[in-house]
């Protein structure tokens, strides 16, 4: 105990300064504004962001980025109540009862609780990853490659198993994007794999062009294909202030939300989408009066915003303590914690104590920044989302270009994002869900040099993953999740749940 | 046999042409063996496996009971065929590095014009503008500088949505281009070009 409050304690320390708190505050502003917006999410916005952060110190970047992914949870909460449009995916279950609340005139409270909701989950997420990585992190110190390659195996199946649409197209898609992972000089033989002669490539296809390409312009081309309209319930919100019955009401749908997105998260493949929905359902199946969701109960917003604020956070620390992403975002934080020259692993607690705590800590503080951002600002947030999308996508694309531009000051990564961006309208066109390319692409050459690494220590047996236990039990766990899944009831239940959605 | 869902009959067919092609480029490569892999194994297992998922998600295609047109994409042969003739005119017609200045951009043109080619042979017209102002952008910005070519940028995207209006596009790339100039190289420093570079 003493020793955490120590470690918080230089966490703080760290956060509270004068640079931090600005970039701090700079996180969590974008996250909120592209969380509002439709038609972007973090995952493009903070490839966008890589490039410039370069020119930071490795903590205020980190602490940036970490503030756009769990600011856009709670922005994406203001446009599912006032628009019906999710501004996130995991603000998709939001709508329901959200939009239902701003159209009997009380979406001043469905704001209000929603964002309580999130800062209750945002402060106990923040207590637990403080309280369960440095145990995490001393247990991944043991792992030895075996047990990193079985990990990576268990994290990429359980990314796929909650992929929507078809497994084995998700399955398809980690391959392919391990294959494109390994693309570039191999560490052990020093053959540049895959370059075709382009000295570019030799150094690996970019990150960030995979990233902004695929998520970014796929996602704005696909967006453009079809007519917008967006039609805003609510212009002038009053009374925010949920009553005393509405706090009686969800207290206890929050402490839910937050338990289980807290568990969520930590899981691989899991963080704020997956969790928004599990706390949804939940609530509708334990709620004596469940005939009420999607009417405008309240437990089905202070639930899901909850959960997904909770589940945003403790994403985090399989990324801190085993350096492995869970989703999307995470890998993007690999590639920025890179970026930065630092390996991303267990022993970052350890060599860098001001930088894994001080983002900690800095967590707690953008919380509390949002709530502010949130609520008395709401109204800013309101007028944002009245300019219409031909107005935002070229804005959106002259940063992303910018900010592809500036990786190498060339137009070759700009051509490279674009190559990426006809890849990923494929994908968008053919319903191959990208999130397990991206993990795959992340993971592809970590997983390589740990494969040959065991399969040196054990001389080319390869049941080494499986004579190991800790290996073992993770390489189980993959095959009774695959198990489960292609399990014909659970199948048809997983395709309906994600048809809802 | 009849397709019956052909969004799995392209998906497969994706899967099994990026999995051969893994593995066949990687047999330039050492294979090495299972204690001391060269740079070709992990590939070429990678590879297979991704052939034959691809093939499963093929077979699938004619057995689905999910019903998706086989024409997912619009799909302009003429265009690929015109593409494919100028990139190979292109590839071979290769200036070398110390030729003039004419002659390079005479072939980043030729070059630029087969690519848009491909491009513009399938998908919606969303895609290849949008895609064609990035790749301006790409190239112009130093030629050009931040301001023309954030303008560009503007003009051709905007071209791409569904309603153009010249009035509310200048006033925006005017904006954009302010802000881009005060944050990008003078707020953080990132070396570009502010006006053509001719002038400087």
New interface residues.
Partial sequence: MEALFHNLGIGFAVALTFQNLFYCLMGVMLGTLIGVLPGIGPVATIAMLLP?TF?LNPTSALIMLAGIYYGAQYGGSTTAILVNIPGESSSVVTCLDGYQMARQGRAGPALGIAAIGSFFAGCVATIIIALFAPPLAEVALKFGPAEYFSLMVLGLIAATVLAHG?L??A??MV??G??LG?VGT?V??G?A??SFGVSELSDGIGFVSVAMGVFG?AE??AN??Q??HREIFTKKVSNLLPSLQDFKDSWASILRGTALGSFLGILPGGGALLASFAAYTLEKKISKNSANFGKGAIQGVAAPESANNAGAQTSFIPLLTLGIPSNPVMALMIGAMMIQGIAPGPQVMTERPQLFWGMIASMWIGNLMLVVLNLPMIGMWIKLLMVP???L???I??????G???IS?S?F???Q??AF??VG??FV????EPAPLILGFILGPL??EN??RA??LS??D?LVFFQRPISLTMLLIAGFLLAVVLAPTVRKKREEAFVEA | MKITNG??F??GL??IA??LA?MF??QN??MG???????AY??TV??G??AV??A??LA?AFVSKISNPVA??PFRYWLVLGGLVLSVIAFYTQPPRDAGMALQIGHALLAGIAILML?AAF??R??WV??F???V???M??PLG?VLA?GL??FI??W????FRWK??TI??AI?AAF?VAA?VYG?????NVWPSIWE
Avoid: Q
């Fill in positions: 410039v020119t078809s084995i197209k399955i398809a391959i392919l391990l294959l390994l191999d052990n033989s053959v794999r895959f312009f704005i081309i453009l294909e007519k917008e999308y031909r107005m996508y070229p804005s694309l002259v940063f992303c270009c910018i592809v531009y500036s000051n137009p990564d700009v051509m994002t674009a961006g006809v309208y494929i066109k053919l319903e191959c997983m390589e494969l040959r399969m040196l001389r080319g390869p | 969004k799995d392209w998906a994706m899967f990026f999995g893994f480029v990687a490569y050492a063996n299972a204690v001391r892999m060269g740079p992990f590939p990678l590879g496996m991704l998922l691809g499963a998600v699938r997912v994409f491009f998908g919606e969303s895609l949008v895609l102002a990035v790749v952008f790409g190239y910005l130093k931040l954030t940028l503007v995207s905007a791409g949505g569904h309603e509310e596009v925006m790339s954009l881009s990008f953080l420093g990132l070396p570009m």
